[in-house]
């Protein structure tokens, strides 16, 4: 079964600053990947996601992924954070169920708050 | 741009009641989904339907819980029976017709809180 690790629970960083949220897979065949955002009370928005080609996706709000299968990895990135972008960050791998679709697995989560 | 609704925004009932969430997917959509979040948990699969009936559902999804498309643009989560684990945030989502290499769009959620 697949499963998505996300190693930091909380990361605190200033505005302005990188960031770079971690994320891990196992599953055994070429993972459809994504990263969702979910601000306080509200629902699921996606920032991006992999199918296949390029590793070094864009998404919106100006972050990117770069899938590494060597290192089953999926780490979002952002070069200047800026206020609006605390929130919590998952990522989600979608294993083709056979039936025509897949399911999402998603990691724990990281929750982002970040300092004026 | 259109987006998957979801009502009612939040749901409080008793314990053993049974509650039904509604989800309006994205029009030309055709596969449906239904997630959860349990309070400070990870988002969980539930279950997925197309073409009326389930193509797949997790071992959280029993025999308490159904599914139903009952028209053409409602798709409803029913809980017969609830337990005070039910109590968490309800997310359906949905595909366009291709499932391949297409993205799930959420719904807002409901919150459901079981006394």
């Known amino acids: 079964a697949q499963s998505v690790t996300q190693p930091d629970i909380h990361i605190t960083v200033s505005e302005g600053a990188s960031l770079e949220l971690r994320c891990n897979y196992s599953?055994?065949?070429?993972?459809?990947l994504f990263w969702y955002v979910q601000s306080p009370g509200q629902g699921l928005q996606l920032l991006l996601k992999?199918?296949?080609?390029?590793?070094l996706v864009q998404g919106i709000k100006g972050f990117e992924a770069e899938f590494k299968r060597s290192q089953s990895s999926f780490n979002l990135r952002k070069p200047s954070v800026h206020w609006s972008d605390a929130a919590e960050y998952f990522c989600?791998?979608?294993?083709?169920?056979?039936?025509?679709?897949?399911?999402?697995?998603f990691g724990k989560g990281t929750k982002l708050s970040v300092i004026p | 741009e259109p987006e998957v609704t979801q009502t009612p925004s939040h749901q409080v009932t008793q314990m053993g009641q049974e509650v039904i969430l509604r989800c309006v997917p994205i029009?030309?959509?055709?596969?449906f989904y239904w997630y959860r979040q349990i309070l400070g948990q990870k988002v969980e699969f539930l279950v997925s339907?197309?073409?009326?009936?389930?193509?797949?559902k997790s071992e959280i999804f029993d025999d308490q819980f159904s599914v139903e498309r009952p028209d053409g643009s409602n798709f409803t989560l029913k809980i017969r029976s609830t337990k005070l684990e039910d109590s968490a945030m309800y997310f359906c989502?949905?595909?366009?017709?291709?499932?391949?290499?297409?993205?799930?769009?959420f719904g807002p959620g409901t919150r459901l809180l079981v006394l």
């Open positions: 599953y055994g065949a070429t993972p459809y």
């Open positions: 989502a949905s595909i366009s017709t291709s499932a391949d290499q297409e993205t799930q769009y």
């Open positions: 992999y199918f296949s080609g390029d590793t």
């Open positions: 339907f197309y073409n009326n009936e389930i193509s797949e």
């Open positions: 989600a791998v979608g294993a083709d169920s056979g039936a025509g679709s897949y399911q999402l697995t």
């Open positions: 029009s030309n959509h055709l596969y």
